[in-house]
């Protein structure tokens, strides 16, 4: 079955850096997009990132433009999320998600891993 | 505020029937793209329930059911259980802001 774990979460200072992963299992990893989604404390879902099947291609919320990297390794089928700058604003669970085989509007997310926490904090 | 608007909250008793709103614009919902509609409980993967306004996942009950017409989407859940007490959110493309967009979500409460 489809497995998607994040990893890489924690508690980091401001304008610090921190890298999630996410490991993908039970598909053919470097067939679909992939997304990077958060939910701060009592809001809601924002999309974060996404990246395209074959790494050519990347698109960031505004939010997080400039500071965030999205990236993957389709020899290991994980995916990257390197967060630089953080910001308290950053403090949220991040999701990784799946979606179609190409970068789409009318793209949508099949499965989801169940998050890590990442906490900006002096 | 959220581009897509959802009531912040819903209530209902087993067995009813309950719709969530998600309401848009011109240049989401209205422009064509499609809705798609996920649960969030606590502690678990956010699950896919609703994809391209209307379409249930396998493995999805066919109690839950989804719509679009003009700039709205709903989404319907029809024998309410209380295993159905959840966040739910819809989904769309906005053309003017280049992004995927998310509702505000709806925290549904069976009594």
């Known amino acids: 079955q489809v497995l998607l774990v994040e990893s890489g979460g924690g508690v980091v200072q401001p304008g610090r850096s921190l890298r999630l992963s996410c490991a993908a299992s039970?598909?053919?990893?470097?067939?679909?997009?992939m997304y990077w989604v958060r939910q701060a404390p009592g809001k809601g879902l924002e999309w974060v990132a996404v990246?395209?099947?074959?790494?050519?291609?990347?698109y960031y919320a505004d939010a997080v433009k400039g500071r965030f990297t999205i990236s993957r390794d389709n020899s290991k089928n994980t995916l990257y999320l390197q967060m630089n700058s953080l910001r308290a604003e950053d403090t949220a669970v991040y999701y990784c998600?799946?979606?179609?085989?190409?970068?789409?509007?009318?793209?949508?997310?099949?499965?989801w891993g169940q998050g890590t926490l990442v906490t900006v904090s002096s | 505020q959220s581009v897509l608007t959802q009531p912040p909250s819903l209530s209902g008793a087993p067995g009813q029937r309950v719709t969530i709103s998600c309401t848009g614009s011109s240049s989401n919902i209205g422009a064509g793209y499609d809705v798609h509609w996920y649960q969030l409980l606590p502690g678990t993967a956010p699950k896919l329930l609703i994809y391209g306004n209307s379409n249930r996942p396998s493995g999805v009950p066919d109690r839950f059911s989804g719509s679009k017409s003009g700039t709205s989407a709903s989404l319907a859940i029809t024998g309410l259980q209380a295993e159905d007490e959840a966040d739910y959110y819809c989904q769309s493309y906005d053309n003017s802001l280049n992004v995927v967009l998310f509702g505000g979500g709806t925290k549904l409460t069976v009594l």
């Open positions: 998600a799946r979606g179609l085989t190409v970068i789409s509007s009318r793209g949508y997310f099949d499965y």
């Open positions: 039970g598909f053919t990893f470097s067939n679909y997009a």
């Open positions: 990246i395209s099947d074959d790494e050519r291609s990347e």
